[in-house]
């Protein structure tokens, strides 16, 4: 099993290079059009989503859950098209974002000559040049914000491919020929565990499409995610009415072993080489999670240097395996058996404890580094906090903490939200002993400070109008021989008090809000 994604900008030729590909490689074709037809039949208005990123002023509640139903059957659509066929070829847009979380996919972005495309849609549309130019440069703005609103990437990321390949120096059959040695290597060939993440992607969506369906659930907004048979399900306040009737909509699924429905208005993203569920890291989360009323994604991280030796760079995320020990990956080809999972693992304790608090917003496992784990995020995912918890233990303490904030750097320039370490997190959100010292300090200055003003407010209004004893004392020093000076000295004193007593004062607040739970 393998799957091609080719990228493409109108009449670059993209269409052509993947249908030669399909052929070389006997693999199945899919085209963005196929889909989009596919997505029709089911009723998804996918015009009108168009139309909507092109004025997002439009995007209305209600095509806010189209595009929910359309994401779903565009994962669960692929997916199914995938298990059923050796391989399967697809050009479109932003093909690969459909199936966030594997790994072993070929990425590739078609670039043609300018002049070329030009010619070609002059003829095919009987066009103008200028015209022509306007088609081009429209539509291909049209396809980057669509794949900007739907995945929140940009088309022309680099990072986003595995290789780009230039039709305006090579023809489509030497490109096709290329592609045929890349897609050969055991770099892209889909393992076991890239097969049960296929699995999790399309229990989740055919749940999600199932909740769109019906008449009960149809107006809710939530998000789905499944593994090994346990699907998630978090939902809003204002959905809570439609929250019973989840569990009896999803029964009978194919695949499907349990549900937990978790209510939310945000999501907090949990990374951690080992989870601990009677950790003080996780009481402070489910803390903060109340308080948030936010659902909790943990992601267990296994970095490639505890991979075996001789494993190749292409690393597996292994959503099926809640194993504490990842052992016999080869870099491409594995056995049937894949990874087992063990019921009283810590990932899944943590799950557990989550689910019993209502906080739970589902797991999974990375294998590899700062690339595998950023591709298994969902850009789509709303998070409000991203929490590094102990990581890379394996080296020592100085690399572990090197390592650690060039993880929260990086995943900071990519995530929009605050990301923040196991250390960082009681001191920024909860309130401990270190705030109750400050805010105690801050507290007696404050009234100090307020205290020695209001007792004295006679000295006080003498030295801000410059009068009384504050003229008297500087008559007849140097300072009286200018008229600037005594407003310089009264200035400077007021510039120098006021910022810190507004910050005793704002440290106070703050700490009080953070104690009764109120950000």
């Keep these: 099993m393998q799957l091609i994604c080719i990228s493409r900008g109108t009449f670059s030729g993209g269409k052509s290079l993947a249908q030669k590909l399909a052929r070389n490689l006997d693999y199945e074709c899919l085209s963005w059009e ?95 040049r200028q015209k022509a130019a306007r088609y081009i440069r429209e539509v291909d703005e049209d396809r980057k914000r669509w794949a900007y609103s739907m995945y929140g990437v940009s088309l022309e990321d680099p990072a986003n491919y595995d290789m780009f390949v230039n039709l305006a120096g090579m023809s489509t059959d030497n490109a096709a020929a290329a592609l045929v040695s890349t897609a050969r290597l055991p770099d892209f060939q889909m393992t076991p565990a890239d097969v049960n993440t296929l699995k999790n992607l399309d229990l989740a969506a055919r749940t999600r499409l199932t909740l769109a369906k019906d008449e009960r659930t149809h107006g809710a907004s939530v998000k789905v995610r499944a593994d090994k048979g346990v699907v998630t399900v978090t939902y809003l306040p204002q959905d809570a009415a439609m929250a019973e009737f989840i569990p009896a909509v999803c029964a009978g699924l194919p695949g499907l072993k349990e549900v937990h429905a978790t209510m939310a208005m945000t999501n907090i993203l949990w990374i951690q080489e080992e989870f601990k569920p009677d950790s003080d890291l996780c009481d402070q989360l489910v803390e903060i999670a109340t308080k948030w009323n936010a659902a909790v994604e943990l992601i267990k991280v296994d970095p490639e240097n505890k991979a075996p030796v001789g494993a190749q760079q292409a690393v597996v995320e292994a959503a099926e395996s809640f194993d504490s020990e990842f052992q016999g990956y080869n870099g491409g080809i594995e056995n049937d058996s894949g990874h087992t999972a063990e019921d009283d693992s810590p990932l899944r304790k943590t799950l557990d404890k989550l689910a019993r608090e209502g906080r739970s917003g589902g797991g999974r496992v990375v294998y590899g580094g700062q690339r595998q784990l950023i591709n298994a995020i969902d850009p789509a995912t709303p998070y409000t906090l991203v929490v590094i918890g102990e990581i890379f233990s394996s080296s020592g303490h100085a690399a572990m903490l090197r390592a650690t904030r060039d993880l929260r750097n990086f995943l900071g320039e990519r995530i929009k939200a605050p990301v923040v370490t196991a250390d960082e997190l009681g001191s920024q959100y909860l309130f401990g002993k270190r705030d109750m010292i400050r805010a105690g300090t801050c507290l007696a200055a404050t009234v100090i400070l307020f205290f020695l003003v209001f007792s004295n407010q006679e000295f006080v209004l003498a030295f801000l109008s410059q009068s009384g004893w504050f003229a008297d004392a500087v008559g007849d020093s140097f300072l009286g021989a200018t008229d600037w000076a005594p407003g310089l000295v009264v200035a400077a004193a007021v510039f120098l008090l006021i910022p810190v007593v507004a910050f005793c004062y704002g440290t106070v607040a703050s700490s009080i809000l953070k104690l009764i739970k109120m950000e």
Excluded: W
């Design 34 to 128: 196929d889909l989009v037809d596919a997505a029709n039949r089911e009723g998804i208005q996918v015009g009108k989503l168009e139309m909507a990123t092109v004025n997002p002023a439009v995007f209305s509640g209600r095509l806010a859950l189209e595009k929910e139903q359309f994401l779903a059957f565009a994962t669960s659509y692929m997916c199914s098209r995938l298990m059923e066929s050796p391989g399967l070829v697809y050009h479109g847009r932003a093909g690969h974002h459909k199936l966030a979380g594997v790994s072993h996919i070929l990425r590739v972005r078609v670039l043609a000559d300018y002049e070329q495309r030009i010619n070609t849609i002059m003829q095919e549309r009987r066009l103008d």
